[in-house]
């Protein structure tokens, strides 16, 4: 922390006690907001971290000597003040950070839906201007369309466009959990029948993943449980169900 916002603590902290509002309350908000303010500003370095906390701490304790009160109750309410202003810093980068990711997430899957339509879109003129052929051109188009609808390729498209709805859902459902915004039943719903579609790709379910296949299943169903139960382990189960179908779904990118 630079002595300039060390010094300004302690502006705050006497501040506070001329209007005598130094209180334990008081001085954890004052700390709080030096801290969340100081952590934001950091690029890196957890040194830096450490030496600000020190001086945050140090400017209370100097004040705390000047006016004769209990340092000991003062220390602890600058060390929760430390712990409130590290944590607002970092949760606001994390909300930040989750936002950015949900914003990608939406992003490829509306690419995905314009590809498929882009798709169908191509193969539906085809078929329209096909109508002024000759009959065995007709045909031919026809039968390519169809063959086309049901080619591998095609069939990757959709497996994987079921695949990236899995995640998302299952993401969502973390977000609507940390942040209270959204059903996450609802998305952890979405994630099963997506989840289930994908399981129709035989590729993505080998051997290797077997067990983590079963791990995720029973997990999902757990914290389908969990969340109609209303318990308070739904975010670690989220965050594990999050962790296994990134797993399970990487598995099968990676080859």
Same mark, same amino acid.
């Given at each position: 922390?630079?002595?300039?916002?060390?010094?300004?603590?302690?502006?705050?902290?006497?501040?506070?006690?001329?209007?005598?509002?130094?209180?334990?309350?008081?001085?954890?908000?004052?700390?709080?907001?030096?801290?969340?303010?100081?952590?934001?500003e950091?690029?890196?370095?957890?040194?830096?971290?450490?030496s600000?906390?020190?001086?945050?701490?140090?400017?209370?304790?100097?004040?705390?000597?000047?006016?004769?009160?209990?340092?000991?109750?003062?220390?602890?309410?600058?060390i929760?003040?430390?712990?409130?202003?590290?944590?607002?810093?970092?949760?606001?980068?994390?909300?930040? &950070?989750?936002?950015?990711?949900t914003?990608? +997430?939406? $992003? #490829?899957?509306?690419?995905?839906? %314009? !590809?498929q *339509? /882009? @798709?169908?879109?191509?193969?539906?003129?085809?078929?329209?201007?096909?109508k002024?052929?000759?009959?065995?051109?007709?045909?031919?188009?026809?039968?390519?369309?169809?063959?086309i609808?049901?080619?591998?390729?095609?069939?990757?498209?959709?497996?994987?466009?079921?695949r990236?709805?899995?995640?998302?859902?299952?993401?969502?459902?973390?977000?609507?959990?940390?942040?209270?915004?959204?059903?996450?039943?609802?998305?952890?719903?979405?994630?099963?029948?997506?989840?289930?579609?994908?399981?129709?790709?035989?590729?993505?379910?080998?051997?290797?993943?077997?067990?983590?296949?079963?791990?995720?299943?029973?997990k999902?169903?757990? &914290?389908?449980?969990a969340?109609?139960?209303? +318990?308070? $382990? #739904?975010?670690?189960?989220?965050? %594990? !169900?999050? *962790? /296994? @179908?990134?797993?399970?779904?990487?598995?099968?990118?990676?080859?």
């Open positions: 922390m630079s002595d300039s916002r060390k010094q300004r603590i302690i502006a705050d902290l006497q501040q506070a006690k001329q209007t005598g509002e130094l209180k334990t309350e008081k001085i954890r908000e004052i700390i709080k907001n030096a801290i969340a303010e100081a952590v934001s950091i690029k890196s370095g957890r040194g830096e971290i450490t600000l906390v020190q001086d945050a701490i140090s400017a209370v304790t100097e004040t705390a000597k000047e006016t004769g009160g209990e340092v000991k109750e003062e220390v602890t309410a600058s929760q003040g430390v712990i409130d202003g590290i944590s607002e810093a970092r949760r606001q980068k994390i909300a930040q &950070t989750q936002s950015e990711i914003t990608l +997430e939406a $992003q #490829v899957v509306s690419e995905e839906q %314009e !590809l *339509q /882009e @798709i169908d879109q191509a193969l539906a003129e085809v078929e329209t201007e096909s002024s052929q000759p009959d065995k051109i007709k045909e031919a188009i026809a039968e390519a369309i169809i063959n609808g049901n080619s591998e390729e095609f069939a990757i498209l959709q497996k994987h466009y079921a990236l709805k899995a995640q998302t859902a299952v993401l969502q459902a973390n977000l609507a959990s940390r942040y209270g915004e959204g059903d996450v039943g609802k998305y952890l719903d979405d994630a099963k029948v997506w989840y289930d579609k994908a399981k129709e790709d035989p590729e993505v379910f080998t051997e290797p993943v077997k067990r983590k296949r079963a791990q995720f299943e029973e999902l169903g757990a &914290t389908g449980g969340v109609a139960r209303k +318990e308070k $382990q #739904v975010k670690q189960l989220l965050k %594990e !169900l999050w *962790q /296994e @179908i990134r797993e399970i779904f990487q598995e099968k990118t990676s080859k």
